[in-house]
Structure formats: C-alpha cells, structure tokens
C-alpha cells in the first residue's frame, strides 16, 4: 500500500503557508500604520485558497526559465493578488492604514493559523500511529 502525503494532508499545508503570508502583509500594515502615503493591502483568503484547492485539475505550462510570465490563475500560493483596502475614513497624509482593523484581522488570522497548525499536527499525528502499528 503506498502512502501519499499529498493527499493524506490535503489542503493544510497550502493554507499555512498562505496564512503565514497573510501575517507577513498585516504586518507591514501595522508597521507602517503612521507612514505618509501608505496604502494598507491585504488579500480574500479564502478565495485565493479555494483557487489552489482548484488548481490540481487543470494542466499548468511547463516553464524553462523563472522569469517566463505566469498565465492568469497560475500564481504561486505564497504570492496571493494583494489588493488595497478602501478606508473607511481617509486620513490627511494619505495613509490608508486603520489600525483597529489591521489589529483585528491580525488577531483573526493568528487565530486560523494556530488551528490549522494544529489540524496538521493531529493528522501527522494520526499517520505516525498507523505507521508504528503496522
């Protein structure tokens, strides 16, 4: 019986990783929550993972050289199509960045992060126990 850890983790480890991202993007707006000009962007989770989730069943190009251009659909999972955040109330030097939503969504996404990481743990855990019992 061959084992595949693909399938046997599914779609955990893509949402990690993109959780991870996520983190990295909240972040910077929290950073950069006092700097003049700088427009806060985050991304629709759930939508770029349900796009890698979808992607095993098409058929991706063959590309022989990094710099070639990725058709449409086909970006990397931890390079999620950022978009900028409309604010609710504008600031005077242009930032963008609410930092009590910025807070909020970090909280969130830290949230569904550790859970994830635990989901992934268990089940790791699941296939190291039938694995000894064999």
Do not use: C
């Not at 991304?43 to 989730?53: P, Q």
């Amino acid at each position: 019986m061959s084992l595949s850890l693909d399938k046997a983790f599914g779609i955990l480890p893509a949402s990690v990783a993109l959780q991870a991202r996520r983190t990295e993007v909240l972040a910077s707006n929290l950073a950069n929550a006092d700097t003049p000009d700088y427009k806060s962007r985050d991304f629709d989770f759930s939508e770029t993972l349900a796009g890698i989730e979808g992607k095993g069943s098409q058929l991706e190009l063959a590309r022989t050289q990094a710099d070639h251009l990725t058709l449409a659909g086909q970006q990397s999972a931890l390079e999620p199509d950022l978009q900028y955040r409309i604010p609710a109330q504008p600031s005077l030097d242009g930032n963008t960045v609410d930092p009590q939503l910025e807070r909020a969504a970090f909280a969130e996404n830290a949230l569904h992060y550790q859970s994830t990481l635990e989901f992934l743990n268990r089940r790791i855990s699941g296939i190291r126990a039938a694995l000894r019992k064999e």
